[in-house]
Nanobody, 114 residues
């Protein structure tokens, strides 16, 4: 199983980024997919999830600013991040979950700074 996250970078406060997570080795369409993040000195936390039926769930801190989506044909999940804040700075990880089994990608760094 491989989950390859990309799209991170340095952006100014108020800016936008779009993260992608390309999956292989799993039946992508039946997995719940999610984005998590970990800031320095903090625990990994949920950002957003999307189920196989495209039901979504967001952390309160990103609700209304971030949008999670998936393209089953491309086996890819996305995270559109708008109105970024310095507190969004973290390594962002993609996750695939099915029947209690979790898979993780290596993460992509997002830095929000002026």
């Amino acid at each position: 199983v491989q989950l390859q996250a990309s799209g991170g970078g340095l952006v100014q406060p108020g800016g936008s980024l779009r993260l992608s997570c390309a999956a292989s080795g799993i039946i992508f369409r039946i997995n719940t997919m999610g984005w998590y993040r970990q800031a320095p000195g903090k625990q990994r936390e949920l950002v957003a999830t999307i189920t196989s039926s495209s039901a979504t769930n967001y952390a309160d801190s990103v609700q209304g600013r971030f949008t999670i989506s998936r393209d089953n044909a491309k086996r890819t999940m996305y995270l559109q991040m708008n109105s970024l804040k310095p507190e969004d700075t973290a390594v962002y990880y993609c996750n695939a979950a099915l029947r209690g089994t979790n898979y993780w990608g290596k993460g992509t760094q997002v830095t929000v700074s002026s």
